[in-house]
């Protein structure tokens, strides 16, 4: 979705929305680690994150996800396909830059590349699960969603933002004003969505 759909989707959002939301508060604030992921830290010898699906779980309500996406730095790539070709089958390549592939436990992991400045931030800086893996911080996981801005994204957006506290908030917008400034307005726009879920 380019930003123009994006801003026509979250228009058509705020004229439709009501306050709360089909699930109790107590619930948006659930935060589980219900469905195992693999263990990556004997597959991976890279710095990496967890991204996508997987790493909401620590910012709204887990939601089942098939895929677990991690992110590296593009200049660790060939290392790690190189690491990886003996232990998992590659099984193509992302349109978004990186690679998919299958591991021993049947796993799908999508390994996505970026060498943009923030990214090594990102990957410095992690969250961890209640497994130990590292996982994208907040403000990060809401840059890539936003670049992405499929439906899911912004919905994944929204309800984070909305259950975000005003320290998180304040950390999130420092990096949309820093790394990608048309998005502030949006932005806002998918806080205010997500706060009235929750009221």
Do not use: C
């Not at 979250?10 to 992921?37: C, D, N, Q, Y």
């Not at 190189?82 to 796993?107: F, N, R, V």
Request: glycine share 6%.
């Amino acid at each position: 979705m380019n930003v123009e759909m994006r801003k026509k989707f979250i228009e058509i959002t705020r004229r439709r929305i009501s306050p709360g939301a089909g699930s109790t508060v107590a619930f948006l604030k659930t935060r589980t680690w219900t469905h195992p992921v693999t263990n990556l830290s004997k597959l991976i010898t890279v710095p990496y994150v967890i991204v996508g699906g997987v790493a909401t779980r620590l910012y709204m309500p887990e939601r089942f996800t098939l895929d677990l996406d991690i992110l590296i730095h593009t200049d660790r790539s060939t290392q790690l396909y190189t690491d990886l070709a003996t232990k998992a089958t590659q099984i193509g390549e992302l349109s978004i830059g990186g690679t998919s592939w299958e591991l021993p436990d049947k796993t799908v992991l999508d390994i996505l590349t970026s060498d943009r400045p923030w990214v090594e931030l990102a990957l410095s800086q992690p969250k961890f699960s209640p497994d130990g893996q590292p996982v994208i911080d907040l403000p990060y996981l809401i840059l890539m969603k936003l670049a992405a801005s499929r439906t899911t994204d912004i919905s994944d957006i929204s309800r984070m933002l909305g259950q975000a506290d005003e320290s998180d908030l304040a950390r999130v917008r420092d990096i949309i004003k820093t790394y990608d400034r048309n998005s502030i307005e949006d932005l806002e726009s998918l806080i205010q969505l997500g706060k009235l879920e929750m009221s």
